[in-house]
């Protein structure tokens, strides 16, 4: 009877085969239903032939290029578990910083009410609310498919009494009589020319529905800048993840459109990635 392979071998064999151990030690943690922690102090425990042909199936999709996230159905934001698949994009380091500025705002506010919208995965307004216990929130998207992904997250994460998700094509369906302290989006955004320039792990994967902004990559912040303060309180704030050529255009509309006190933000790597406007 031949051995069973351990938890190390796995791993050393599906990098030989061209993944990095990182992908490979969260491939592994997914098929064996465990931590991925745990696998650090069981590298000698031994994996049964299902697990291992389970795992193999990972290791292929990993090889054809699909990112990790959808093939462990799973991101880490803001220090949350996320479930993801291909109706929602995978969560950015770049949106967890939004997030981080809009928290600040947030928690100098009395029971705030906050809208996301194209909230996909729900990550921003279920991190959001996780930082702020006595908010509550409206998610939007136009994505009955994203929706059910941000319903699964919001209870998940202990804040689904305090969320409610919404179909619609931006504000089309929501009642007009909202009012929102909070209003938050990282909009579709890539022109039709940068399209054909993504990754192919972006392009091949995730939702061009909630990548393209149209042929400028303007038209929901076009769109947002004429709706969203007729849902903002009186002294409500607008925040937009941007594209990094995008601070200038963006920072425009929102002037055009009677917004005040406009300010851009850089992300980590010295690039506009957010903007805040008062209403």
Not at 112 to 128: E, F, K, N, Y
Not at 245 to 273: C, M, S, T
């Amino acid at each position: 009877m031949s051995e069973q392979t351990t938890v190390r071998q796995a791993i050393q064999n599906a990098v030989s085969r061209g993944i990095t151990q990182k992908d490979a030690r969260y491939a592994l943690a997914h098929a064996l239903n465990l931590p991925v922690n745990h696998l650090k102090i069981t590298p000698d425990a031994p994996i049964t032939a299902d697990q291992l042909r389970a795992f193999d199936q990972l290791v292929s999709r990993l090889l054809a290029g699909e990112p990790l996230a959808y093939v462990i159905n799973h991101s880490d934001f803001m220090g949350l578990d996320f479930y993801i698949n291909t109706h929602t994009l995978i969560p950015r380091n770049e949106t967890e910083q939004l997030v981080e500025w809009v928290t600040e705002h947030l928690n100098t506010m009395a029971s705030p009410r906050v809208l996301d919208m194209c909230t996909g995965s729900g990550c921003i307004v279920v991190s959001l609310l996780h930082a702020e216990p006595t908010a509550q929130g409206v998610g939007v998207d136009i994505s009955e498919q994203a929706l059910a992904v941000a319903t699964r997250n919001a209870n998940s994460n202990g804040v689904g009494e305090r969320v409610r998700f919404v179909c619609s094509d931006l504000f089309a369906a929501l009642d007009p009589g909202l009012r929102f302290d909070i209003i938050v989006s990282n909009p579709p955004y890539i022109p039709t020319h940068e399209m054909q320039e993504l990754e192919p792990s972006v392009a091949e994967h995730e939702p061009h529905l909630a990548l393209h902004g149209g042929d400028s990559g303007l038209d929901f912040y076009e769109a947002i800048a004429k709706q969203a303060h007729n849902y903002l309180t009186e002294h409500g704030v607008l925040f937009l993840e941007i594209g990094y050529n995008q601070g200038l255009a963006v920072k425009a509309l929102l002037e055009q459109n009677g917004y005040q006190h406009v300010q851009i933000e850089k992300d980590y790597f010295g690039h506009d990635r957010m903007v805040l406007a008062h209403r």
